[in-house]
């Protein structure tokens, strides 16, 4: 009995370790991507978008956590805009905001009929859904006063857009950690743009955040989308480290070695002109290892290839002078 109690304990202790080992990574990629893209700045506010999948659930717990400790200040207000599929649990969400005492906001437009009148029966209605649901969050930031958009798109979502845009739409395009909104007045961040949809995944189990069910409007999932998922989680397995090297690539573009005429100025390029380093050098045949597996250790080197900036939200809070010096003096 002692024996199967002494298992138990080391489980528990275990998984403890292997939680907060993973909340650290989450908090450090968050906190690096953040850094490396300028995506969180003083006084800022941020309008968390908040669909009650894993994704928003991680996006905004990870946020308040840096909150808490950054060096800098800033605001944050969690959306989440109930489109009327039938079936949503209108209660779970407000529930779960009250309870960790954020600031949020439930905004209720009926989309759901809208597309279904607008759409013809068989075809695909998230196109013309996440056009509406772009404009009303675009709306309810400015009255919020939000300064930044940000949404819980992921590396795997990044990765899995980069390969939709070669395979069928011809161009080399992912979907960038922060963007300038297409009304061209807010800021959209994507602070999970480091994260491993995996860890996302078992960061959701692990906090048991009341997840809504993504499929309550009927539609289709996205064939292409899910095939090229299947894909990258394949080589995932195969090739270990393999999708850590494809995400490091795209923070690492070589103009000179594509074949964008807009991008490079070949037409102007002149012999006596320094070649680039690192390049091909046009005759050898270029040799490549196998990529590194991922680390799994939180000191391991972050993945951007951008500088550090000099403040970084993972950087503790400075004490005020009152902390600092034991209490205030009551002047
Ligand atoms: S899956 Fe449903 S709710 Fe999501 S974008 Fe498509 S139509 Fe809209």
Redesign the pocket.
């Known amino acids: 009995m002692s024996e199967q109690l002494h298992d138990a304990e080391a489980k528990a202790k275990k998984a403890q370790f292997e939680g907060n080992k993973l909340t650290k990574r989450l908090r450090h990629q968050v906190g690096d991507a953040i850094n490396d893209f300028n995506m969180i700045e003083e006084g800022d506010r941020v309008m968390v978008c908040l669909s009650g999948g894993k994704d928003s659930y991680t996006l905004l717990d990870i946020l308040l956590g840096l909150q808490k400790s950054a060096p800098i200040n800033f605001s944050i207000v969690a959306v989440n805009l109930d489109?009327k599929?039938p079936g949503f649990p209108e209660h779970v969400l407000p529930q779960y905001l009250e309870s960790i005492g954020v600031e949020y906001r439930i905004v209720e437009e009926d989309t759901y009929s809208i597309?279904k009148r607008l759409v013809p029966e068989g075809k695909t209605?998230?196109s013309l859904?996440?056009r509406l649901r772009r404009g009303i969050l675009y709306r309810v930031a400015d009255e919020l006063g939000a300064t930044k958009i940000a949404l819980g798109h992921h590396r795997d979502d990044i990765l899995h857009t980069f390969f939709l845009n070669m395979f069928y739409g011809g161009k080399l395009k992912a979907m960038p950690p922060k963007l300038v909104s297409d009304d061209g007045k807010h800021m959209v961040i994507r602070p999970l743009a480091y994260c491993r949809e995996k860890d996302i995944e078992r960061y959701a189990t692990l906090r048991a955040f009341p997840i809504i069910p993504c499929n309550l409007?009927g539609?289709q999932p996205n064939l292409q989308r899910q095939v090229v998922k299947e894909m990258v989680n394949d080589w995932d397995k195969r090739f270990p480290g393999r999708v850590e090297s494809m995400f490091r690539a795209m923070q690492n573009v070589v103009p000179s070695h594509l074949a964008d005429t807009g991008l490079f100025d070949f037409a102007g390029l002149q012999t006596g002109d320094a070649p680039f380093e690192g390049g091909d050098t046009a005759f050898d045949k270029e040799e490549f290892r196998d990529p590194q597996p991922p680390v799994e250790d939180d000191d391991a080197a972050p993945q951007a290839a951008a500088p550090r900036r000099t403040i970084s939200i993972l950087d503790s809070r400075p004490k005020a002078p009152s902390e600092a010096s034991g209490g205030s003096c009551g002047a």
């Open positions: 489109q599929q597309v209605t998230c859904c996440s409007c539609s």
